[in-house]
């Protein structure tokens, strides 16, 4: 029986694309995948060479059928493929970061939206290349309706979030993090939920694994509650936030520390040194191709913090930094709310119309492009004299009747 056109779709995908100068030159090859398309900044789709006359079909039944008889030269190899998500402040460096990461010397550009690049990495001869998938989201907190598309069933179990926090604007920094860490958490729930009723074991596994960073004997085990996922927290533009005043400092880091500790994530401080980046890049490549995972540690306010997930305790970072004699003036419904209301009260955050970002690109002025735009208004005003005429017509119609 001859396999359907919908068979060798759920089963084959063409990987021939080049992500932007350090894609990796022309390898292609088929791999076991759904069909998807990815846009994103310099992702483009490059035709296949040297191919014979026959037809994209045959070929892929042609593949299907050596995998079924069991004649392909990757039998028994298994493809690692993870994926990081990108999220945080706006223009807080996340491109600067995985561009970084990725090898690739190019100006970083504004994200649009959610993007998508992705990086290989060789493990051996004759072996086939670790894959990592970038997904990055744009516009701070202002799309957080796009955080459910990368997060899917198929990719959660090898999914990471790196969440980048703009140190040079503290009053931002509560609100960009909690409500970027709620609307991950809530999706990554909801796909968890959807799994544990096809595949219990699966979904049961993935909840117990973020327990695997704490050690069974922490004084702490009891007092966290760890992301559903891997998280990684990064503190940019250091470079800026080293001249604060040192109180102010001071309680930035310990509810940072507070924040990645119940969370069970790592959290690390970088800036535009090649010295930060290469430690960020570490910490990405772990997340991305699974090595090693650095055991070192720096809790001094005064310089980069740098701590991985499961070494940091609530006795080291203390309790919120505040007078006693304001402590009973406090009313919380738990420890992180209570490290919220200590913290907005030396950072109080800005109002909701300030910090809300604009939806509509074509408002955004860094978008902006003058013929176009003027063009734009040209036809709103036609648009509005349309309506106004349209309208007028219709009243005279009901004059008439």
């Known amino acids: 029986m001859q396999p359907s056109r919908a068979s060798l779709l759920s089963q084959l995908s063409l990987d021939g694309v080049e992500a932007g100068s350090g894609g990796g ?5 088929w791999r076991e995948r759904p069909l998807a398309v990815y846009v994103g900044r310099g992702v483009t789709a490059s035709p296949v060479v040297g191919l014979s006359s026959e037809t994209l079909w045959e070929i892929a039944k042609a593949e299907v059928e050596e995998r079924r008889s069991g004649g392909s030269e990757s039998d028994g190899v298994e493809i690692g493929e993870k994926s990081v998500f990108f999220i945080g402040s706006k223009n807080g460096g996340k491109t600067t970061i995985i561009l970084r990461c990725l090898d690739r010397d190019e100006p970083p550009k504004p994200t649009l939206a959610l993007e998508y690049t992705y990086g290989r990495r060789a493990k051996g ?3 086939p290349k670790d894959i990592a998938h970038f997904w990055e989201l744009g516009g701070g907190t202002s799309l957080l309706d796009l955080i459910s598309i990368p997060i899917t069933s198929d990719t959660l179990r090898t999914f990471s979030i790196v969440l980048v926090l703009d140190l040079s604007k503290p009053n931002d920094l509560w609100p960009t993090m ?3 860490l709620q609307a991950t ?5 909801k796909v968890i939920m959807k799994l544990g009723k096809k595949n219990s074991k699966a979904a049961s596994e993935m909840r117990q694994k973020m327990w695997n960073n704490m050690q069974k004997d922490h004084p ?3 007092l966290i509650d760890p992301f559903p996922i891997p998280l990684v927290i990064i503190g940019s533009k250091y470079d800026i936030f080293q001249d604060f005043d040192s109180e102010k400092r001071k309680v930035i880091c310990k509810t940072l520390r507070f924040v990645a500790h119940y969370y069970g994530a790592s959290l690390m401080f970088t800036s535009k040194s090649e010295a930060l980046l290469l430690k960020i890049r570490g910490v990405i490549n772990q997340l991305a191709f699974g090595i090693n995972k650095s055991k070192s540690i720096c809790v001094d306010q005064n310089k980069p913090l740098f701590i991985t997930a499961g070494l940091d305790s609530l006795s080291q970072i203390g309790s919120p930094p505040l007078p006693d004699n304001d402590i009973g003036k406090f009313h919380a419904r738990s ?5 919220k209301k200590v913290y907005e009260k030396l950072f109080p955050p800005k109002s909701i119309n300030t910090l809300k970002d604009v939806k509509d690109p074509a408002q955004d002025p860094q978008y902006a492009e003058s013929e176009v735009d003027e063009m734009r208004i040209q036809k709103d005003q036609e648009l509005e004299q349309y309506k106004r005429s349209s309208s007028k017509s219709w009243k005279q119609i009901e004059l008439d009747s």
């Open 125 to 127: 001869h004759n072996i």
């Open 220 to 222: 702490d085990r009891e």
């Open 178 to 180: 909690e409500n970027l």
């Open 335 to 339: 420890p992180m709310d209570l490290w």
């Open 185 to 189: 958490k809530l999706n990554v729930d």
């Open 25 to 29: 030159g022309g390898e292609r090859r």
